[in-house]
């Protein structure tokens, strides 16, 4: 019960800043920027703090740390998936190209 409380409670949370921000009046939104932003600034950079790369710019928790004694120089091959979904949030990117016909 716990569990379901703690994701509902961040889900409701986001929902509820969401829209303030998409169907809010100007002063709504302005007050809800100053009040929740930084909580949403902490809140990414909390989650980024697990996923630090190291010396060689692998992220511990996403890469394969643990076959790193098969091959010691190997080069990280794929981004850490919490710093790609952040940069592709904040810099609203997507998968979809961008040159697609409309
Ligand atoms: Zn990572």
């Known amino acids: 019960m716990f569990l379901r409380e703690l994701y509902e409670s961040v889900r409701q ?6 829209r303030v921000v998409s ?3 100007d ?10 932003v930084p ?3 902490d809140a990414v ?3 980024m703090a697990g996923h630090e790369p190291n010396e060689i710019g ?8 643990l ?13 850490c998936t919490v710093y790609l979904a952040a940069r592709r949030a904040l810099f609203d ?7 697609a016909l409309h």
Request: aromatic share 4%; proline share 9%; glycine share 2%.
């Open 67 to 79: 076959r790193r004694w098969t091959k010691p120089w190997r080069r990280p091959t794929s981004p």
């Open 39 to 41: 909580h949403l600034i």
């Open 58 to 65: 692998e992220c511990p928790a996403c890469s394969r740390t």
């Open 23 to 25: 169907a809010g009046d």
């Open 27 to 36: 002063r709504a939104v302005t007050a809800v920027a100053r009040s929740e």
């Open 93 to 99: 990117e997507t998968d979809e190209p961008r040159h």
């Open 13 to 18: 949370r986001l929902d509820a800043v969401a």
């Open 45 to 47: 950079r909390t989650l």
